[in-house]
């Protein structure tokens, strides 16, 4: 996701959150699915009382997927948050949410989006063109335009590496333990444990995407209720131009 | 309800992509005409140019398939002083690497970690979906530990030797061959057209006192000093070529810049005050636990287990925790609800927050008395304790005595007469009395608690001698101010005090405190001791949920069980007084000439007796002033104190000349602030290039060693027999053009009286790794060749053949294919109790600080924990010199999560943390109409710098928060031409501020000095006197 784009902070900032459905996707975007195992459906659940923020899930995908530099997959937006005078720090990880009801999807005018039958969505870069309306589509901020390939880019929950019976690499370098993947047609695994039994949500309900990366301990009070502008600062555009000008040692 | 949300810049993504963005998207139109691949083609149409996996495994069955043309290999990450072990997967054709996780053998990156002896494969699996293994055997690189690859391919790496053009720091650079560099740093001479300069040859007089009049200081061969940066599993082979075969006693460790006050303080309450012992909380099984000035999961050390185990703990674990820093950080996790907290304090004034702390404990009968009245080992053995103190153990305080000061001896008392040499060692008890008759006996007898109160006299033969107990004294100390004054130092409200007293009273053994950089202050000496003595009085160590010394290493480098890495023929015993002057003052000849004039105090500068080597001394009187004694030559390895001291960013310009000191050779796989003063660069490889044995600086119940092993082929330059040029053969070379003992052929015996080369980095790292084999109960088992296939270890197999024997090679290569060697996680405690535990007494009152004197002002320092404002050396107030209404806010320096000293080329990092916003509190800001994102101008006394303001409640009123690892004048962020060829520009190295170039002097001193802890001698960078004020909007 490109952090420039609407601030990023926004995401969380102007995101509700609430409660996770998991009624069947619609007939039509089930149909238009292709390739992948329909026995599985990967997902993920995020705990974000364990995330650390250390950004490991971050730097971890740029290296495995080379994301080109200065745009992430990936990210943990990091917020300092006070409430009756006392203050915290509230860690998002985000990511493509690989939406039962992906909005990316119809919009593409090409096809190079679609959806695999394992649920995972994906952009074939060999068939979009870059006209981002994808981007413009989803309500997460989950993609980008990749200014090297100049096409769609987004977390594809490393396909590659899943098909090879690994983990994806956000969830193998997770410190904190808070990212945890799996497969949510199998009852047993570990995701679909957390989603029966842990209440998890969703981010931005109301939009009726279904996402399939759940988060539990986020705290829905905060939805809606931004205080003024979230003040994000970034670097001004001649970075440090003054940055030996200023100096004034004694 | 009220909700204010600002983002924490510090991990904020910003960079400068908008542009790229909103050009692609104008575009839309046009690229709908052109079709695809109007860029760079990737390799893969869905998974772009990521790599092939490292290997598959079968979901169903766990088969495994190596991926060609990859290994995965178990070994050290020297990206910040925790040196995990982690596991790198490189791309052997390219001689790249792809990607850095975490490896499952150790517990710096794994919790729970493999049992060592897990076959290799089987680790695979551990790591994979297979039976969904991998999420709970996940094994992590924290997000630096991700991205410091980029070091390896840096286009700022030293890869041949250089030697300066023009003079010192100019920049410029001319290439030369290693035989060159070794003859002249060796031989000296006209070497820069400035006229002679002595070589290392010419300098080792191992005879010749530096100041005939002055023997103490030692002979001439300590004008040759060294400073090294993280000690990186290597230092044992700097010191063998430095002190044992060199011969000078001066080599120095970053301590005393890093968190030195820290570990003085600890050093103070267990005892020893040169190796600072110290202890962690066991955060998997404590139930409650305060962070004094350190933050689990965003500081401290081991900073990546930390925050795995604090993430655990505060979820699935019954932990509560509080951190009390100036600065909010990711540790009070808001998600974490009321499990994690946080409680704003003002810089530097720990200890009064712990005193405070520690008088309620003793005002509400709230100190564990059953653990603090144990006279000695055993006898808490029997009443069921895991360790004991000398809280009980009497104290001479009878005025002039003198023996005042010191704890009461048996040989006091007349009960032993002993060898002048052994009177008040070992064999001569302390004294406690007994509570049954009150009689004074010897501390080691009673198999049951002494009396822990008292004040008095004993009889001494003729004389009576007031003593009190250590615990009587601590008490007094703590008594001297109520807790309302305790609460106006520290700015922590009383109530606030007395409910987390209350709370770490009530779990029993099972809370704890902690501390680590946040000491870094100018009281910082006796901050940290009152926070360690928290710890005595809960009776916590060795406790499963208290804290725990850890279970350390297997020693490599001692004499044996396989090699004598330690003792060789010839060895050198330095001798002299160190650069640092941490010896006792009295001592000295200086002492004993000032005091033959009538006026022993003050010293020419501060003497440290109770401190270990400090590079703050080395860099200001020592170097700059040469006080107690010239520098003749200066080595640097991997060592930055330009950059890392506060205030000594100064000196930059007399390390520049020459007269300073004549010969300057840094060892450095950069160009950093420092090494970019010197004559010489020798390139150092980096992270997986390199070798190196380390282990937990803490925090780790079971015995571990971390195995560094060359993953890659290094990048600099070869030597004639193919070596890559590093440290190592550097060293070599030098000693034997130097026919220094301990190197070249036969220089290391085998147990078996055979002997060995010490020719290559092999030689010596490789016996060491068959030393770490041998050591335990019993060898490690060989490794098999499916260990050897799996593990990448083939590519150092040969080497392994040709330098072990045949009984070796095998276990060596066991521990290298698991990147170390680990003690079992089951082992690490014995019921309640922590396996390895810290046998000796805590000290309640320290004797060697108690009976110490500052050498300027002549008075003593307490020896028990105290709170004391900060002061200079001469004992002046620093408020008083900077008076707060002059200097209204205080710096603080804050640990980064993604950048240390030495990671900001990392252009990953960079790109997702450019800069380093100073955090101003919210009300400050409003009242000098300062929004995020402004410029604003921080003035200290110690200079003045530009920044940017980010504005946060989760910053102390008054304070100004730093994050270190910013405001780099080198390492890329100017341009070095060397040979001829200009390095790239990169201004964005540059960005952001440094705390420590706006450090302080000491005023109250003559000559060079910076503001250093009085006892520790430790540099201050938490609570440095500042102004404010907005110079431009954003």
């Known amino acids: 996701m490109d952090q420039s784009r609407r601030n990023f902070c926004l995401g969380f900032g102007a995101a509700t959150v609430g409660a996770a459905t998991l009624s069947p996707a619609p007939a039509e975007a089930v149909a238009a699915r292709e390739g992948g195992d329909p026995a599985h459906r990967w997902g993920m659940v995020v705990d974000v009382r364990k995330c650390v923020g250390c950004q490991a899930c971050t730097v971890a995908c740029i290296m495995e997927n080379d994301v080109p530099e200065n745009s992430f997959r990936t990210i943990v937006s990091t917020y300092e948050v006070t409430e009756q005078g006392r203050s915290g720090t509230y860690m998002l990880p985000r990511l493509c949410n690989h939406c039962e009801d992906p909005p990316c999807i119809p919009v593409c005018p090409t096809g190079a989006t679609f959806q695999r039958e394992d649920g995972i969505v994906v952009v074939d870069n060999t068939v979009c063109v870059g006209c981002a309306y994808c981007v413009q589509a989803c309500p997460y901020d989950a993609r980008f335009i990749n200014h090297e390939t100049q096409t769609a880019d987004k977390c594809t929950f490393c396909v590659h590496r899943v098909e090879a019976g690994l983990l994806p690499a956000c969830v193998e370098t997770c410190v904190g333990g808070a990212r945890i993947f799996g497969d949510l047609k199998d009852p047993d695994s570990t995701v679909s444990k957390l989603v029966r039994e842990r209440d998890p949500k969703v981010l931005k309900p109301e939009q009726g995407t279904q996402p399939r990366v759940f988060y539990i301990g986020l705290d829905p009070k905060f939805q809606g209720k931004v205080d003024g502008t979230p003040t994000l600062w970034r670097p001004s555009p001649q970075p440090h131009a003054d940055a030996y000008a200023g100096k004034e040692n004694a | ?1034």
């Open chain 2, 1 to 1034: 309800m009220s909700i204010h949300r600002r983002l924490l810049l510090k991990t904020t993504a910003a960079g400068g992509a908008l542009a790229a963005f909103a050009a692609g998207f104008s575009e839309t139109g046009r690229k709908l005409v052109k079709g695809a691949w109007a860029g760079e083609k990737p390799e893969n149409a869905i998974s772009g140019n990521a790599p092939k996996p490292e290997f598959r495994i079968d979901p169903a069955n766990g088969d495994i398939v190596l991926t060609s043309g990859q290994i995965v290999a178990y070994t050290g990450c020297i990206g910040c002083t925790t040196l995990c072990g982690v596991r790198v997967r490189v791309d052997t054709e390219k001689n790249k690497v792809l990607r850095v996780a975490g490896n499952p053998y150790t517990p710096m990156s794994t919790d729970p970690f493999l049992p060592y002896g897990t076959p290799v494969r089987e680790s695979f699996k551990a790591l994979s979906r297979f039976q969904e293994k991998g999420l709970n055997g996940r094994s992590t690189a924290c997000g630096r530990g991700n991205a410091v690859l980029e070091n390896v391919t840096s286009p700022f790496r030293v890869t041949t030797p250089l030697k300066r053009v023009g003079p010192r720091g100019s920049g410029r650079w001319e290439p030369i061959a290693f035989d060159q560099l070794v003859s002249e740093v060796c031989g000296g001479g006209d070497l820069f057209g400035e006229g002679p300069v002595d070589g290392l040859a010419a300098l080792r007089d191992l005879k010749t006192p530096i100041d005939p009049a002055a023997p103490d200081l030692g002979p001439k061969v300590n004008q040759v000093a060294m400073i090294t940066g993280v000690p990186d599993g290597r230092e044992s082979l700097v010191q063998r070529f430095l002190q044992q075969a060199y011969g000078s006693i001066n080599y120095v460790g970053h301590g005393s810049y890093c968190g030195g006050a820290y570990r003085a303080g600890s050093g103070a309450a267990f005892g020893d005050t040169k190796q600072q012992p110290h202890a962690k909380p066991d955060i998997a099984n404590a139930e409650f636990v305060v962070f004094i000035g350190t933050a689990p999961s965003n500081a401290g050390n081991p900073f990546k287990r930390q925050a795995t185990l604090i993430s655990k703990a505060r979820t699935d674990g019954a932990l509560r925790y509080v951190v009390v820093d100036p600065v909010l950080t990711n540790a009070r996790a808001a998600a974490a609800g009321e499990r994690a907290d946080w409680i704003p304090i003002r810089p530097g004034t720990d200890g009064a927050f712990a005193m405070g702390i520690i008088r309620w404990m003793f005002e509400n009968g709230r100190i564990d008395e059953r653990y603090l009245s144990q006279p000695n080992g055993k006898a808490a053995e029997a009443a069921g304790e895991a360790g004991w103190c000398n809280a009980t153990h009497l104290v001479v305080v009878q005025k002039g005595h003198p023996r005042e000061g010191c704890l009461l001896r048996a040989s006091d008392l007349g009960w032993v007469t002993l060898d002048e040499k052994d009177r008040y060692g070992d064999k001569d008890a302390f004294v406690v009395l007994d509570p049954a008759t009150a009689a004074p006996v010897a501390h080691d007898a009673p198999m049951t608690a002494a009396t822990l109160f008292h004040q008095g006299t004993v009889t001494a033969g003729t004389e009576d001698i007031a003593v009190k107990t250590g615990l009587t004294l601590l008490r007094k100390e703590a008594m001297r101010l109520d807790l309302r004054a305790y609460s106006d130092a520290c700015g922590v409200p009383a109530d606030v005090i007395a409910g987390l007293a209350r709370e770490l009273t009530s779990h029993g053994k099972k809370a704890a405190v902690n501390s680590h950089g946040g000491m870094m202050s100018g009281s910082g000496f006796y901050n940290a001791f009152a926070v360690v003595t928290i710890n005595t009085l809960l009776g916590n160590l060795n406790w499963k949920g208290g804290t725990i010394v850890g279970g350390g290493r297997f020693p490599e480098s001692g004499d044996g069980p396989r090699y004598k890495l330690s003792s060789f023929p010839g060895r050198v015993k330095p001798s002299g007084i160190p650069l640092g002057r941490n010896v006792p003052y009295e001592k000295t000849s200086e002492f004993r000439a000032k005091k033959a004039t009538g006026k022993a105090y003050p010293a020419k500068a501060p003497w440290y007796p109770t401190a270990p080597g400090l590079t703050t001394e080395w860099m200001s009187s020592g170097i700059v002033d040469g006080y107690p004694y010239p520098v003749k030559a200066l080595l640097l390895w991997n060592a930055n104190p330009v950059y890392g001291i506060p205030g000594a960013h100064r000196f930059a310009q007399k390390l520049a000349d020459p007269k300073t000191v004549p010969l300057v050779v840094a060892i450095d796989p950069f160009i950093n602030e420092t090494s970019a003063l010197a004559d010489y660069i020798v390139p150092d490889t980096v992270l997986y290039e390199t070798w190196g044995w380390t282990s937990a600086w803490g925090g780790v119940p079971t015995k571990m060693t971390t195995a560094r092993w060359p993953v890659l082929v290094p990048r600099t330059d070869k030597l004639p027999g193919g070596q890559p040029i590093q440290l190592e053969p550097f060293l070599i070379a030098l000693a034997k053009r130097l026919d220094l003992p301990g190197f070249g052929p036969d220089a290391i015996e085998g147990m078996d009286g055979t002997r060995h080369p010490l020719e290559t980095a092999e030689d010596w790292h490789l016996r060491a790794g068959a030393n770490v084999a041998w050591l335990g109960k019993q060898p490690v088992p060989d490794a098999s060749d499916e260990d050897i296939a799996f593990s990448g270890v083939g590519r150092v197999l040969p080497a392994l053949k040709a330098t072990l024997k045949e009984e070796e090679w095998r276990k060596v290569a066991f521990i290298l294919a698991r990147g170390g060697r680990y003690q079992n996680q089951v082992e690490g405690f014995e019921g309640e109790k922590a396996t390895h535990r810290f046998a000796k007494a805590l000290q309640v009152y320290n004797e060697a600080v108690g009976t110490s004197k500052s050498s300027i002002t002549g008075r003593r320092w307490p020896g028990t924990a105290a709170w004391m404002p900060p002061v200079f050396a001469d004992g002046t107030l620093v408020s008083h010199v900077y008076r707060p209404e002059d200097w209204p806010f205080q710096l603080v320096s804050s640990k980064s999560v993604l950048v240390s000293a030495y990671t900001i080329g990392a252009t990953r990092l960079r790109h997702l943390h450019p800069e380093n916003p100073v955090g101003v509190n919210v009300e400050d800001a409003r009242r000098l109409d300062i929004q995020t994102g402004d410029r604003i101008r921080i003035a200290t006394p110690g200079g003045a710098e530009l920044a940017t303001a980010i504005v946060r409640h989760g910053v102390m009123p008054g304070v100004l928060a730093v994050e270190h690892g910013f405001g780099h004048k080198e390492f890329g962020a100017r341009a070095h031409v060397i040979g001829g060829r200009r390095q790239p520009d990169v201004p964005e190295i540059a960005a952001g501020v440094n705390l420590n170039d706006l450090g302080l002097a000491d005023p109250t001193r003559t000559g060079a000095s910076v503001w250093v802890d009085p006892v520790a001698g430790t540099a201050v960078r938490q609570g440095i006197p500042a102004k404010l004020e907005r110079t431009a909007a954003a």
